[in-house]
């Protein structure tokens, strides 16, 4: 089964661990990920300001890039581009006017054909968590993940329409068919400061001490994320957060797909875990899950 | 008194043909009807709003003899000054006139305008209640509604039944579709009365109904349950609240003037414009709880339906100018009743009116336009408006006279005038003498649906009452 | 061969001005079997309505068109004008050229001339076909039925019987009282309720006139208004009211433990017990579906448990009754069931349903009610500490359009001040947090308690929405904003109220749908006009009051209940109803039996006569609506007066004129 794929930029720099373990994760669950050819930047939240049309034409072009390909459903693993490529699908089928202007400006024909999906939403939905936990070859047994959905993978809900918004499951579902054990925490939806960490590190290093301190205080080894700001922020701002609290105790925040690829007995050292500014490593040997 | 309003508006256009039809005269001659029948099938029901209109025609359906008492010339109340209501838009006077003209014919209601309740003697069962039947000038008996009168009298000036934003003759209805249609003269503005002059409407007469010579008369009604539906004003701001403009700056009016521009078969038949040039505002300010919560210096309570009204006049005011701009000052936004929530989302959302959370504090004319001083607390800031138009949804008083029928009828009346009842849960219908009842918005002000199911209410504790007087003499339990 | 008569008003110079009003006349004339006609300027006046009286008798007429306005207006008073001369009603019809030609056509006359003309034709031809005809007169038994046992219910029911009338009270739970009964004291005057309740629920069990059936719920309604015949289903309580002492042996002995509902699960209770427990004199109930005795006996296992049977010392307690049937015929019924509140596990943000000292404002009730289960004392539910911090939010579940209700459930602000304030005066040295969107203080007196609570118990009102609330240990913390400030607040708190939705009584769809009552997309009950016929519902003789029509506060529903009894006074004022006689009517040989008008009414007014297998009209509920005239295939269905022969004439009236004269 092959999906059109978009990637989006980041995955092709900053984090391309989430890419290359996604890809070839899903050659191990038999489906495969067919990069859509000549795509171009998503926009990034910035073509849902409302007012500005020409910002949309990007995502509407790859849309209808996916339709004229002859696919029917566009996967995405960046929560991010996930969100912009929804809104905008969304706005192409239901507000006539906006879609009529957008279309004719970069010349094509699109109504809203194509299915915008997550990689979660694939392996929920096509595949099965059930079959999925029968792929799993190495079950990480013991590892506790604080599944860390961030805003843009569920919120605005009408749009998004993935999981209940205040009380979502999907990732948990995930964790649990990987035979970890997921752990609740009060902070799983909450905003990570996004943005906001360019100018305004002191309120993203904020909202991320208290996602993770919440995180840590229910028991979790690790936190699992699937977009690459939330990562950022969750991981790369940690030394931040230690200038200010010298007493927080750093946790590490890896892709999803790079615990699932450990659970499809991929090696630890292909998934790139140098990148992590704290180290998963320790964690999952602790736990049994990668060997020494 | 005011200023004489010059609307721009073709002085010859008629009234009349926008308005609803004009209805005949009705049954309001005598109290023969009413004597007819024992005392325990009598009630009287002071105010002729709908909260008076609904009681009646419940009794009156139910088989009771109802004289219906108000000191204006017609029924209808506040009612009439409306052109739409909320949450439905529905027009007032569609939902209105078929009441009043149902009252106006119901063989069991007998009208008696221009009245004021004068005394009370006697008790529960059993009242005497002498009315002061003020001077008109125009003898009922006699005058058929043909209205000559009013086309031919030259007198033309500012009104009380339009909140002196447009133009009534000295001899006048109170709208072209009064019930009953006959005129009254206004003594301080009838040229005939005050300087000698005219008498046109006396000569021009088929039947010869004017009287200038006519006296007060009283008349003494005994009934066996009275209702007090008496109704609101609204709150004196021109002279209280100076830093509004004191009543001196014309582009500012209150809300039940709004209603009268917004209305078809008002001053400017419905047309959007200022009071001070005609030309239609393109940005109103709207500004609620002008005088209420205001325990300081004015009204301590709430006036419970300025905000829908406001959000109403707003959406009405879009309806006609398209490209108009409304901005609402609010503290708290108040939409219990049902669909009422959902009406207020939709004025924002699909209206595109703007609320601002703060008071205005401040309002003075400067190039022609009205600035608005207020403040955004959402924001922190002050705002700063140049209105063409500014619209004060004014405190809501009990109408005026309140205290004195109270004591004439031996009611209390609470700090701000409205009557008190037995007990504010479980019967705020009922007061401290039994056979007296109090509804509508004497009671405290609410909005139609509420004041509606009060009058009802009242009828029913009026008919248990009298039901129970007529088993006891029947000995029946 | 027909005399009719035609009668031009001028409406002032509503129709006058745009339509030469003589020459309709004499176009009038012109017309076939017309043998009079005249203007004049108000034709609904009294000397007007005289000329129309005056003809009739004079020339014979049978048949009149008054053209004039609209027939909303004044259709009644010139029937009832033809009426008192001995001509039947129903061969009046007014011909409106006001709304629908001189309204429309001011600008020109010769037109509007014409087309008065045509209008008037057309309604003469009309006139021509109509039927003679008589109001249809329905019995009416003056005996009523009160669905809902609560505030409303019970006002509504004092007065029909103070004022003479037998009332029958369908309550579902073991005792009449509702929500009220869950209360202690009210805002804004801190009146005490129990004692005028109590009142009035004592009033209502010695009325000799009212029925009470408890534990009870509507199993049918069949009939219209006037004649209804409600099937009332009781649920046994197995214990015998007559016998049973209240002694309360078996209260202990009960093995079972399920939260408590009148107590909003702050307590548990037995299988059997009483069910407002902070009124002694209640005698205690059974659930049967909580009981062990029914659960073994269906699953066949073991000893059916006959604890409390034992126990009893006066052989009060029979397993063995079962539900029972019983019939009330009434005129009128009146709908007061009342709400629910929407409930906290719809709000997992909250931890609603999950955090036991995230309660809802019924629950707080119950914590300071002096009979209830803390003696009114305000402990946490979880630890039973007096908690110093308590977080109220305002508008829990209302005014979300989004996920929740769109709505707003009107009472909350006053109930959350006045828990608040009443906390505060307990316990002194803690603080109360309100956290609100907009405080709704809109009734007379309601502003001042308000504001007396900022100033004297301190209230802390915050202006915004919460946006989670979570356990730490032992404390919730309570994520919120301060939209004044422009902060985030992060509150810890030991206890958090919500003010949850009030939503309809759970079942009112399937309950709707029995009593042929329309709901809102909400759910509570339409009114037959929400300004003018508030108390009413759209169908006949089902009045609606309380909370079940919207939400609404103690004051507003009492006033609704008793509108309901002077409306239904005022229809029991008289022995007879009057109907409407145009009505829709079936043309049997034509009636094929297929059954599509009786789904597509909207008032049950179409029943199939299984005897003759054709669809028959109930003359007595039908509206005139025409939806069956229209949904038959066969056109075996007409109204009455206003059959298609008729419009059709009418429609050929008009299509064969000419536009000017």
Redesign the interface.
């Known amino acids: 089964m092959k999906y059109p794929y978009f990637p989006g930029c980041t995955l092709y720099t900053k984090a391309k661990k989430l890419d290359e373990a996604g890809r070839e994760c899903s050659r191990r669950l038999g489906f495969e990920l067919d990069e859509l050819p000549d795509w171009t930047c998503c926009g990034a939240t910035f073509p849902l300001v409302n007012d500005y049309h020409i910002a949309m034409s990007g995502p509407t072009r790859i849309l209808a890039d996916t339709k004229d390909q002859g696919g029917d459903k566009l996967v995405t693993l960046c929560s991010v581009c996930f969100n912009v490529l929804k809104r905008t699908n969304y706005v192409m089928r239901t507000d006539e006017e906006r879609r009529a202007k957008i279309t004719d400006f970069i010349e094509r024909d699109y109504h809203g054909e194509t299915e915008v999906m997550h990689y979660l939403q694939v392996l929920r939905d096509d595949i099965g968590f059930d079959q999925l936990k029968e792929k799993v070859g190495k079950p990480l047994e013991g590892l506790k993940v604080a599944c860390y959905y961030g805003c843009l993978l569920l919120r605005p809900?009408?749009e998004i329409g993935l999981d209940n918004m205040?009380?979502p499951t999907i990732f948990e579902d995930f964790v649990r068919a990987l035979g970890a054990e997921p752990v609740e925490f009060?902070f799983k939806i909450?905003c990570c400061g996004a943005f906001q960490t360019v100018h305004s590190m002191d309120v993203a290093t904020r909202c991320s001490r208290n996602i993770l301190n919440s995180a840590r205080?229910s028991g979790a080894d690790l936190v699992i994320t699937t977009c690459p700001l939330c990562q950022f922020n969750l991981d790369d701002r940690q030394p931040e957060i230690l200038k200010s609290e010298p007493d927080f105790a750093t946790i590490p925040v890896v892709y999803f797909t790079q615990l699932l690829a450990l659970a499809l007995e991929m090696s630890a050292a292909d998934l790139g875990f140098e990148r992590n500014l704290i180290d998963p490593l320790p964690v999952l040997q602790a736990k049994g899950v990668v060997g020494d | 008194m005011g200023d004489v309003l010059n609307l721009n508006v073709n002085e010859s256009v008629d009234r009349t043909i926008a308005a609803e039809p004009v209805i005949g005269p009705c049954a309001f001659g005598n109290l023969e009807e009413l004597e007819s029948v024992p005392l325990d099938r009598r009630v009287m029901v002071i105010g002729g709003g709908i909260c008076g209109i609904t009681a009646a025609i419940d009794l009156g359906n139910a088989g009771y003899q109802v004289v219906m008492v108000d000191r204006l010339p017609s029924i209808g109340g506040r009612m009439l000054q409306l052109s739409e209501t909320f949450p439905t838009l529905d027009c007032a006077q569609c939902t209105l006139t078929p009441r009043t003209v149902e009252t106006g014919q119901h063989p069991k209601v007998t009208l008696k305008m221009n009245c004021e309740v004068e005394k009370l003697d006697g008790g529960p069962g059993d009242f005497k209640v002498l009315i002061r039947q003020k001077i008109t000038y125009v003898d009922w008996n006699k005058c058929t509604g043909c209205g000559t009168c009013i086309q031919k009298c030259p007198t033309k000036s500012a009104a009380m039944f339009e909140r002196d934003a447009g133009l009534m003759t000295a001899i006048y209805t109170l709208s072209p579709q009064a019930v009953p249609n006959k005129p009254v003269i206004d003594a301080d503005r009838c040229r005939y009365l005050t300087k000698g002059k005219c008498g046109v409407c006396a000569k021009v007469c088929p039947v010869g109904a004017i009287d200038y010579e006519q006296k007060e008369s009283l008349f003494e009604v005994n009934v066996g349950a009275i209702i007090v539906a008496t109704g609101f004003d609204v709150y004196d701001w021109k002279n209280k609240m100076p830093e509004l403009g004191g009543g001196k700056i014309p582009d500012v009016i209150d809300g039940l003037t709004f209603e009268r521009y917004l209305s078809a078969s008002g001053p400017s038949a419905g047309a959007m414009v200022r009071p001070s040039d005609g030309v239609e505002p393109k940005e109103i300010v709207f500004i609620q709880c002008v005088g209420s919560r205001n325990p300081e210096y004015h009204k301590s309570y709430c006036s419970r339906v300025c905000c829908m009204y406001t959000a109403k006049h707003a959406r009405l005011y879009k309806h006609k100018v398209r490209d108009g701009q409304v901005y609402i000052f609010y503290i708290d936004i108040r939409s219990t009743g049902k669909g009422y929530e959902q009406f207020i989302q939709q004025s924002v959302s699909e209206e595109g009116i703007i609320y601002i959370r703060g008071r205005a504090a401040k309002l003075y004319e400067e190039n022609g336009k009205v600035m608005v001083q207020g403040a955004d607390t959402l924001t922190g800031r002050k705002v700063e408006i140049a209105a063409d138009l500014v619209v004060l949804a004014a405190a809501l008083v009990p109408n005026e006279g309140a205290l004195e029928l109270a004591e004439i009828l031996g009611l209390t009346c609470n700090k701000d005038g409205f009557f008190v009842e037995e007990d504010y849960k479980l019967s705020s219908i009922e007061t401290e003498r039994q056979g007296i009842y109090i509804a509508g918005c004497c009671q405290g002000i609410k909005d139609i649906a509420d004041t509606s199911a009060q009058g009802s209410a009242a009828a029913s504790k009026v008919q248990v009452f009298l039901s129970s007087i007529r088993r006891q003499k029947q000995n029946v339990v | 061969m027909k005399k009719l008569g035609v009668f031009v008003c001028w409406c002032g110079s509503n129709i006058a001005s745009s339509v030469d009003v003589d020459q309709t006349v004499a176009g009038a004339l012109k017309l076939d079997g017309v043998v009079h006609a005249e203007n004049y300027m108000y034709m609904c006046s009294d000397p007007g309505q005289q000329k129309v009286k005056d003809a009739i008798q004079e020339k014979n007429l049978d048949g009149v068109v008054v053209a004039c306005c609209s027939p909303s207006m004044h259709e009644n008073t010139f029937r009832k004008a033809a009426g008192s001369v001995g001509l039947n009603p129903y061969l009046l019809e007014i011909a409106n050229i006001r709304e629908h030609c001189s309204w429309v056509h001011a600008n020109n006359k010769p037109v509007a001339t014409a087309k008065a003309i045509s209008i008037i034709e057309g309604a003469l031809d009309k006139v021509k076909q109509n039927l003679p005809l008589e109001t249809i007169t329905l019995d009416l038994t003056k005996r009523v039925c009160v669905v809902g046992g609560g505030i409303a219910g019970i006002m509504s029911a004092l007065d029909l019987a103070d004022a003479g009338y037998d009332v029958a009270i369908i309550e579902k739970e073991p005792a009449i009282g509702g929500h009220v009964s869950q209360i202690s004291t009210t805002f804004p005057y801190f009146q005490n309720v129990p004692e005028l309740l109590q009142k009035k629920i004592a009033e209502v069990e010695a009325h000799p006139r009212i029925n009470l059936y408890l534990n009870a719920e509507v199993d049918e309604l069949e009939g219209y208004v006037g004649n209804f015949k409600v099937t009332i289903q009781t649920k046994p309580a197995f214990v015998d009211t007559a016998t049973c002492t209240n002694c309360g042996k078996c209260l202990d002995v009960c093995p079972v433990l399920v939260p408590d509902e009148f107590n909003r699960g702050l307590t548990k209770r037995g299988a059997i017990f009483r069910y407002n427990q902070s009124n002694e004199s209640q005698l205690p109930v059974i659930m049967q579906g909580d009981c062990l005795h029914f659960s073994e006996e269906e699953s066949g296992t073991g000893e059916k448990c006959s604890l409390c049977v034992d126990a009893c010392t006066e052989n009060a307690i029979d397993l063995s009754v079962i539900r029972f049937l019983q019939e009330e015929l009434v005129g009128a019924i009146v709908m007061a069931t009342g709400y629910d509140l929407y409930s906290p596990t719809n709000l997992p943000e909250y931890g609603g349903g999950q955090i036991p000292d995230v309660i809802d404002g019924l629950a707080f009730e119950r914590l300071l009610d002096p009979k209830g289960p803390t003696a009114g004392k305000i402990f946490r539910p979880s630890d039973g500490q007096v908690p110093k911090i308590i977080v109220f939010i305002q508008c829990a579940g209302s005014r979300d359009p989004e996920r929740h209700k769109a709505y707003c459930s009107r009472a909350c602000c006053m109930y959350t001040a006045k828990q608040a304030r009443l906390y505060k005066q307990q316990v002194g040295d803690g603080t109360a947090y309100i956290s609100y969107i907009d405080i709704r203080s809109d009734s007379r007196d309601f502003e001042e308690f308000v504001q007396q609570g900022m100033e004297e118990e301190n209230l802390v009102y915050v202006r915004g929405r919460v946006a989670k609330v979570f356990a730490e240990g032992s404390v919730l913390k309570v994520y919120t904003a301060d939209t004044l400030s422009g902060r985030q607040l992060e509150i810890e708190a030991d206890l958090v109220v919500l003010a949850m939705a009030m939503e309809p009584k759970n079942g009112v769809h399937e309950l709707a749908k029995k009593m042929n009552v329309t709901i809102d997309g909400d759910g509570f009950f339409s009114e037959a006009h929400i300004k003018l016929y508030p108390v009413e519902s759209t169908t006949k003789g089902v009045y609606l009051a309380g909370c079940g029509q919207s939400p609404k506060d103690i004051t507003d529903t009492v006033s609704q209940a008793l509108a309901t009894a002077g409306k239904i006074q005022t229809m029991f004022s008289n022995d007879t109803l009057l109907a409407d006689p145009l009505v829709a009517e079936v043309k049997e040989d034509v009636c094929s039996g297929c059954g599509i008008c009786v789904d597509i009414c909207p008032y049950g007014a179409r029943v199939m006569d299984d005897f003759k297998r054709i669809s028959a009209v109930n003359q007595a509920v039908c509206q005139g609506c025409g939806a069956c005239i229209a949904a038959c295939p066969n056109k075996a269905c007409e109204l009455i007066n206003s059959t298609s022969r008729q419009f059709i004439r009418v429609i050929d009236d008009f299509a064969h004129k000419t536009q000017v004269i």
């Open positions: 809900v009408k205040e009380n009060p909450e205080n």
